[in-house]
């Protein structure tokens, strides 16, 4: 018979007994005899049951105001014991008709075994996960219909329950006809709930039955994107029948056993569907989105300055801020899957929006009149001035925003500053200068309007003004190379956000956009299965891009696509990824590579080829410097093409678009309310438009737009036959050039006419039919579609640097073609308001991370390197990726780095190396030392960091001084020995920008003195990304003195990997080992550092540490203190560390570990023991590759917290731990070193107490 469950959690006794819980299969507990004693620590395990149910009662109201920190009732309890997944069946029963209307015909119930369940306890997104095998399929709120009227009671669910004695046959099919309005459940089908239901326990023997009405389409999805082709194709097969009967509008019924039925926890989660489901999917915004169509977001369009609200149940119920306008908030976890375009719209712009608030507030603290910056005079042009501006810290922990270019402002100047910058050799200011400005107020009461250019610059930014007032007091004030107080006030600029925001709303509807083509309509549809994560839909009829053009192109253009295609040499991943490109159906490919591993090579392949074929074709990345990589290997490229195929060159033609303060805003959005700011606007265009030109390479300078622009002018006024007025325009927009080259005198007409027709030229480069290709930014791309230009194939480069927002501009384009390279192992997109935005998590998953392996989508992998030299990329292709390959390429260099490989040789058995030689340690742990230099750490003894004044970066000035050692001491004995080592061929990583300038200052003060002239590249380590050079030395900042565990930026092993996977031929690396090897278990364990960790036992076991003494943490004043003084007496001396405490359990556990030898022997063992079985595993892939053989290695190697770390207790790990060496031939050589097998380490055992200080 039919019997009601418990009551619901509305009003529960917080202190009733929890119902009898069905074992969790697989843990020790399912294993254990029922008669065993009990658990020791059953009386905690109470407490957190009772805890749980407490917990559980106070969620039943809608939209909670109190501040919880988090988005539905947590803890272990809740999200693993009662919604871990457990053992169900399914029964559809189908109904034949409209969707609300009263049925005549019916089906017979089906029921389907062996699946298993979670409910999703999102609090504006609840949903159902179905899983069998490696098969998922989610419900959501919106496959779960509002019953109609007639069908009387709950107006979303049906329940009933049979338990106990009462479960057979008869009351199964009962409470199916009654309870249920499930008629017709045949015995078989009732007898196989029943046998669902059955345990040996009498207490937990029973059924627990809800239903409810589905509507829509499901789709089914791989859990484990490595999973085998073949048998994710069977997995999939096996549900199908299923999944067809939840997709005809059944009504579904969801069978579990009543043990593992929560009651309170159910009645929570359905009182979210049941208001989903009626107020539609995100109901916390219903009153601030658009609900009738059209942009979800228009408002925010409308008014980029509008807030949208916080959801009140996700602040920090302690605020961890001191500025009054922040709220700490937690994040809502990253979602994989949206349960519809509406619900991927509302997510992904309230995490927009809110970065974009945190944004606004971090620049009214930085910007505002009352707070100083310090400005240096970089170009003077008449009354047109562009300012290197120097950004003073702010003091409250917020990190100063990126500025968007075209950030407006409004400036005024205070005193010159006088001392003279013994840095670099420039012309300080002018004593008359000072003393013509005579200030007697700090700032002068006139206000400059200004705007953010994109220029490169060491300090934060470039600005450039007009003054239209010239005096004298203004002239002396903007001498070149004077440096200037200065006070701002900016808003933020809104272009850029404006267009990820209209980009999201025009992905969203365009499934629903009439006006598109038939081909355009079809990459909708893909485009929107793809952004919800459901994989791609089965394209009837598709082509292939080449089968596209199968009939449009001449012979001469196949023959000479398929010679050149032939021609080109491609690995065997490669091939394979240009195959699947051009000779497959997917509209949209992923290729993930690890670094040096040819993205780059075969984006410039398939560029050129699509744009043979005919495609207009456009490549985005998400910075300009990534852009211009891109071109400069097209460029590269096409001098193969032209030998093999000469025809091309007038197949197609290239345009570099960039980002700029002008061609991107001025060209399309004129704003001439003033005649400063007309004239800024031309001088920008101008000044942008030549240094853009000017800063690329002879060769490349043909494809920027300003070139073409200029070269638009020209050919009509060379040409004969033309309008007189358009003749008439073309040279006076040259004239109007001239002059500006000069510093002639313009009148205002003439600089807006020179605006207007540069506008025009623009849009004009853009409508020749021959230009196939557009090189541009991801942002950038949106003044495609304003000019008109229809992209058809679309490559994003850095697509897992970008952020998803970003990566929708492009998308919005409706390509027909999509490629999306980038490497998730490398840098993520830069989220900036981390702890003040619900959607923060999402905002930090690029689109290509999120639906990396997803289910049909075709995913090609690279790897093998050909950058690195072998010794450099075995560790971050183990840690990283299991295992990286090497070309041949990497140990045989060609002539310019064999030159490298000499002259670093020659340094390091030379004198001047000597105290380093003296100085490497010994292998730890029995290692044998191969005497290998291509990675070497140099360990700075003593070496501490801390944060400058007003700023929150970090700088170390012992690593600065022993740094700039390392590089003077290569130079000069290359120089010597006459090998001269090109400095260009060496740069210098930090993670930190102000370590950067102190770096860049110090380099050029002590190299000067030496009569250098040219100074190695400093750069920080995310700018690196998608760079490399012959030598990288990379400084590691971090070295607190009081908390070696904390390590900022280490942490993260993404940009850890960028930085260790630059150097092509040596890393040399500068940090301090010790201090970061004093609270390894901390690393290792709850910061979640694994990866680092296995970094430093790495280079501990193989001895490649250099021991570097006696330096001081201090630096020299000026070029004067340098030379005169001992490094003792320099000045300039490092700030006090903050005496920074980790939180009590990590205290203990940190004194723990650095007061016994044993305990950090045993723990450095341990790591070892786990490095080695990585090393064994890539060894089997490495006798793989060479064998020939195929191979996937895993997607996802985050393992910084690993299973058997995170879950172990005493009795999962001995406390006598051995270094577990091993003979195989195969990891010997993978790895090039060896283990002596005599030397085995015994590790000293330890108490069960001093274990727990520091487990993991």
Known sequence: MSTPGPSSAKGANPNKAPLPQEPLRGTKRAKKDQAQKPHPKKAKTNAAVQQALRELSTWTHDLQS?????????????????NGRKNCDLVTYQRVGSAGVQLESLTVPQVWEGWRVRIDLDSQAPGILLSK?????????????????????????????????????????????????????????????????????????????????????????????????????????????????????????????????????????????????????????????????????????????????????????????????????????????????????????????????????????????????????????????????????????????????NTKMKLHTGELIVEKDDMVDEEAPRKEDVEMAGYSQVYSGYEYRAKVLSKETTKAFVVSLFFDKRDKDTDAKFRLNNRVTIQLEMKRNHVPSDRQLAAIGLIARADKNESLSAHEKTFAQYLHRFMLGEGAPDLIDAKSPIDEKSNELTEEIWNGFNDWAYSVSLNTEQSEAWTSIFLGTNMFTQVQGPPGTGKTRLNVMSILCFALLGYRTVITAPTNKACEATLKALIRELAGLYAVFPAAKTLFKIVHFPTSATLTDQLLYPDNEAESNVEADVRDMYNEGVDGVNALRQDLRQYQLWSLIEDHFIDIAEKGKVAPQTAADANKWLDTHHNLRTNSKISLEEKKQFLKLGRDAAEEVFKDPLVKIVVTTSNNADQLREIGYKCEALIIDECAFGTEHDTCVPLSLNAQWVILTGDHQQLKPIVQSKLHNEYASQLGLSLFERVLGQDNISLLRLKVNYRMHPDIALLPGILGYEWLGCGDNTAKPNEEMEAVDNSIETWWNSKAALTYRRNRRQPLYGRKSSGSIRRLFFNVEGAISACPPHSISTVNFANVVALVDVVVSILEEAEQSGKFLDVNLISILTPYNEQKEELVKHIRLYMSTMGYTKFPSVLTIDSMQGGENAVIILDLTAANPNHGSSVGFMQTWNRLNVALTRAQRYLFIVGNIDVWRSELSILGGPYRARKLCYLIMDLLELGDIIDVKDLPNALPADKEELESRDRSEWSRKIPQPRDSRLIDKLEAMASAYKADVKVRENFEKKLINELNRKRSTAATFQKLYEDGKHFATNLNTNDELTADCANEDNNSLDLDVTIENSTDPIVEEAIKRSLDPKEQVDAPAFTAEQFKEFQL
């Open 133 to 405: 095998s490696d098969v998922e399929i989610r419900i959501t709120v919106r496959n779960i219909r509002l019953k109609t009227l007639a069908e009387h009671g709950d107006n979303v669910f049906n329940e009933s329950s049979v338990c106990g004695s009462s479960l057979n046959v008869v009351n199964v099919q009962k409470a199916f006809a009654e309870a249920l309005q499930t008629p017709n459940l045949s015995d078989d089908e009732a007898e196989k709930l029943t046998a669902f239901g059955a345990s040996p326990n009498p207490e937990i023997v029973g059924i627990n039955c809800l239903q409810f009405v589905l509507r829509g389409k499901m789709h089914a999805g791989i859990r484990k994107a490595s999973l085998k082709k073949e048998v994710r194709e069977k997995q999939l097969a096996d549900v199908q029948d299923v999944l067809k009967a939840m997709n005809s509008n059944a009504v579904f019924t969801l069978v579990r056993k009543t043990a593992s039925v929560q009651k309170e926890l159910d009645d929570y989660w359905r009182h979210r569907v049941r208001l989903c489901v009626d107020k539609n999917i995100c109901p916390f915004f219903n009153e601030e989105v658009n609900n009738a169509g059209g942009y979800a977001f228009k408002k925010f369009l409308d008014d980029p300055e509008r807030k949208l609200s916080h959801q009140p149940w996700m602040a920090k119920p302690s605020d961890l801020t001191s500025v009054a306008e922040l709220k700490t908030y937690a994040s809502h976890a990253a979602r994989r899957k949206f349960d519809n375009s509406r619900h991927w719209e509302i997510i992904l712009s309230a995490a927009l929006m809110h970065e974009i608030e945190y944004k606004n507030i971090c620049l009214n603290k930085y910007f505002r009149f009352g707070i100083d910056h310090e400005a240096k005079v970089i170009r003077r042009s008449g009354q047109y001035v562009q300012l290197e501006v120097s950004v003073f810290r702010h003091s409250e922990q917020l990190a100063m925003p990126s500025l968007a270019v």
């Open 66 to 82: 109190a501040p919880r920190g988090q988005d539905f009732p947590g803890g272990m309890i809740i999200n693993k014991v009662w």
